[in-house]
């Protein structure tokens, strides 16, 4: 039964979507079979990994409004083991579509029910905000990665994203766990970045990820090429960090 991951955080601009599209080539390349599963309207995250938002047939938005099953929307992506299921900006009109539905929570859940053990790995990216998009990626998954930015704003909105993880525990999923914290744009040359790194490892009760993702010229180029780190550099600092942390996570399988 393939594990499923959410990457969330719900401050911007903190890697999410960078350690969404990289850790599931790096699984992939390790050999796992991946889904990737795109739960952003900004579809960053199909189009990093190769798929032109703008001309896909089907998306999640038709399957979670019913006009869709899930094998219908997986996409075949460029990259050998991994799967994508794509999204694109009408995914934003979707918790409009679900005022009425009951179990709305449940929805994206109930479908990758259906495929989930055709998978070893399910990663799902998270939207930059604590929406039914989120929530629905939470009941779906078995634990939530936290990508967080080596800045002095670290840990401001990581108790309130912990505390919405353990509502969903509470009230919707009670196997949900925090996979762990990921740090990324690590810059070694700032006293800041060790700093932060300090400050969270002494005042966060959780698992930290050995794997520190810096930050990294060849990695901030790679989506507009449509393609993750390792295929677009692999020689990168950034192509051997991700490396790194699929090493870790299917360690923790």
């Known amino acids: 039964m393939g594990r499923i991951i959410a990457i969330a955080n719900q401050k911007g601009g903190v890697g999410k979507t960078t350690t969404a599209i990289n850790l599931s080539a790096c699984l992939a390349e390790k050999g796992q079979k991946v889904l990737a599963i795109d739960m952003d309207p900004q579809g960053n995250m199909s189009s990093g990994l190769g798929l032109d938002k703008d001309d896909i047939d089907k998306t999640i938005y038709d399957m979670i409004i019913g006009e869709a099953e899930i094998e219908e929307v997986i996409q075949r992506g460029t990259i050998e083991n991994l799967d994508i299921l794509p999204s694109n900006v009408d995914l934003s009109a979707v918790e409009i579509e679900l005022i009425d539905v009951e179990n709305k929570e449940f929805v994206v859940k109930n479908s990758v029910q259906k495929i989930r053990d055709q998978y070893d790995f399910i990663i799902i990216d ?7 998009l989120t929530i629905n990626s939470m009941t779906t998954a078995d634990s939530v990665l936290v990508p967080i930015q080596c800045e002095y704003y670290a840990l401001e909105g990581l108790s309130q994203l912990i505390h919405t993880v353990e509502l969903v525990k509470d009230r919707l999923n009670s196997g949900l ?69 699929a090493e870790e996570v299917i360690d923790k399988k």
Do not use: H, W
């Open 126 to 132: 998270c939207p930059p905000s604590l929406s039914l």
């Open 177 to 245: 766990e925090i996979e762990g914290v990921v740090f990324t744009m690590f810059d070694a040359r700032t006293n800041l970045s060790l700093q932060v790194v300090e400050n969270v490892k002494d005042n966060l009760q959780q698992n930290i990820y050995k794997t520190i993702i810096p930050r990294n010229i060849r990695l901030a180029e790679a989506p507009s090429y449509g393609t993750p780190i390792n295929q677009y550099d692999p020689r990168s600092a950034g192509a051997e960090s991700y490396m790194r942390l």
